[in-house]
């Protein structure tokens, strides 16, 4: 059957909005570290999971996130200790998992050797000494190398981050650098705005040459500013700088109430209204507080299993309440040190208290199985509709591409993806 006819006549019986695609998961680029040291993963219930990545889809979840750093090996021993590794040998493996398992792949550039966030932006290793134009030059051709490694390895993102939290910028400097000689932006100001419009055109440019189907996200986390979320995107209209997805940070311990969030999407779609918004990256404990918490939400949500899924039903009712947010991505999901002997196997130096698994017998907890939600009901799983033939190339299973996008041939019956997901030909 005709893959265009099957997806209009189920869009038209289940009265699917079919522009109206969301995406649910997490960031999970710790997963194959995990499993190489021998964590053990179960059910709410206790059942042994095997494969944790067929156990997401099962429940309902339809796209994951994967960071990528320039030289990880170059990253401080601390902050490998927290989890930096991903150099672009990992993420391919990984994002290759991900798309065979027929979600859609969001990837985290990060432009940094280590953790990239609004207190730190350094500038990679190998890169330190180039200048302003060369280093734009750079940015733009390691793009196009990852990208390029990526879609050989049948890892083709769907949605790409042209840098992590930059609500101050990115490629300050590099690290050890006196702070004075650091290369930040602040919205709304000209210090090195025009150096940072340049670097983010230069990363774009790539992703459209590349990958010209995926979704580009600018991804800041000034939730608890709004004035100066709207001034960043302002200043990224005014610079003409090319993107798709507003991305947002949610953490409510760091950036305040749902009622905070609510109002920041409101006023950020009165703002941009033909932008997408997505939650790149929230999260709450299910135990214990997160180091350097401001807000304590636990007389509305206790550090407990239940208080962890009531924060979640609750956010997901907020995100719900907006029709231009189509994206929730829960923030290493996949943490998780049971089974793992803490003095030779350990992942991570510290626990991570927010994950969706218990880190002390292993089991999901029960947000995870509330994340669901924030998709549309349908009475079908992990649809793709599709308003055109020619919307979005098609691959097989292993990631080889069999129907670039703007053709509509006739494919041989099979399982493919397209768009990140499964679809079936028969």
Not at 167 to 194: F, V
Request: with cysteine.
């Amino acid at each position: 059957m005709n893959i265009k006819y099957l997806s209009v006549v189920i869009a038209l019986c289940f009265g699917i909005n079919a522009s109206a695609q969301k995406y649910v998961g997490g960031d999970i680029s710790l997963l194959t570290k995990y499993e190489e040291h021998g964590a053990k993963y179960y059910t709410h219930s206790g059942e042994a999971i095997s494969d944790l990545l067929g156990f997401f889809a099962d429940e309902k979840l339809n796209a994951m996130r994967v960071r990528l750093f320039v030289d990880p090996s170059k990253a401080p021993e601390d902050e490998v200790g927290e989890g930096v590794c991903q150099d672009l040998a990992y993420v391919c493996a990984l994002g290759k998992r991900i798309k065979a398992a027929g979600m859609a792949l969001m990837l985290d550039i990060h432009y940094s050797d280590s953790w990239a966030d609004p207190a730190k932006q350094y500038t990679p290793d190998a890169w330190a000494l180039l200048s302003d134009a060369n280093l734009a030059s750079k940015v733009h051709d390691y793009t196009v190398d990852v990208l390029t490694a990526m879609i050989s390895a049948g890892a083709t993102p769907d949605f790409i981050q042209t840098g992590n939290e930059i609500s101050y910028g990115m490629l300050w400097g590099a690290r050890g650098a006196a702070a004075s000689s650091m290369k930040s932006y602040y919205a709304g100001k000209e210090n090195n705005a025009e150096r940072f419009f340049t670097l983010l055109e230069s990363a774009t440019k790539a992703c459209r040459e590349m990958c010209p189907e995926a979704k580009i996200v600018l991804h800041t986390e000034r939730v608890s500013n709004i004035d100066y979320t709207l001034l960043f995107y302002k200043d990224m209209d005014a610079a003409n700088i090319d993107y798709d997805i507003i991305g947002l940070s949610y953490y409510p311990y760091f950036h305040g109430t749902l009622s905070q969030l609510d109002r920041c999407l409101t006023e950020t779609k009165s703002a941009f209204p033909e932008k997408k918004i997505m939650i790149v990256e929230a999260g709450y404990p299910y135990a214990w507080e997160v180091p350097g918490t401001t807000y304590d939400y636990t007389t509305f949500y206790p550090y407990s299993d239940e208080g962890q899924q009531k924060f979640t039903a609750d956010l997901i009712r907020t995100l719900n309440r907006h029709d231009n947010v189509t994206g929730l991505f829960w923030w290493m999901m996949e943490a998780n040190e049971c089974g793992l002997d803490w003095n030779t196997q350990r992942v991570t130096d510290k626990w991570y208290n927010a994950p969706l698994f218990d880190n002390r017998d292993g089991r999901a907890t029960s947000a995870l199985s509330t994340l669901k939600d924030f998709l549309p009901s349908t009475g079908i799983s992990r649809l793709q509709t599709e308003p055109s033939a020619a919307d979005s190339p098609v691959y097989t299973i292993d990631g080889r591409l069999v129907k670039p996008a703007g053709q509509s041939a006739q494919l041989p019956t099979g399982l493919y993806l397209k768009a990140g997901r499964k679809i079936a030909v028969r």
